[in-house]
Nanobody, 110 residues
């Protein structure tokens, strides 16, 4: 049974940084993995993706601020977020292949 667990969220001031982790256990990965986020009252949106080989892509609003990388020996994908802004607030979800985690809350506030 595949389990996806995100961690690393929290409360940070504008301009701050957080690194989210996504561990995918019980799987035959590595998988193509995406990070999504959902702000209150808004639809879930794609933030970044990474292939099993490490090729990354980013949504325009996070380019230059977010980095996605992975450690396949640890079945973990990371989302490093720098210069966070209030618009980055939301629940961040990891999506390896067809699997989903429960999400981790990121709040950016003075």
């Amino acid at each position: 049974q595949v389990q996806v667990v995100e961690s690393g969220g929290g409360l940070v001031q504008p301009g701050g940084s957080l690194t989210l982790s996504c561990v995918c256990s019980g799987s035959n990965g590595p998988y193509y993995t995406a990070w999504y986020r959902q702000a209150p009252g808004k639809q879930r949106e794609l933030v970044a993706t990474i292939t099993p080989g490490g090729i990354a892509n980013f949504e325009d609003s996070v380019k230059g601020r977010f980095t996605i990388f992975r450690n396949n020996t640890k079945n973990t994908v990371y989302l490093q977020m720098n210069n966070l802004q209030p618009d980055d607030t939301g629940v961040y979800y990891c999506n390896p292949a067809q699997f989903w985690g429960q999400g981790t809350q990121v709040t950016v506030s003075p």
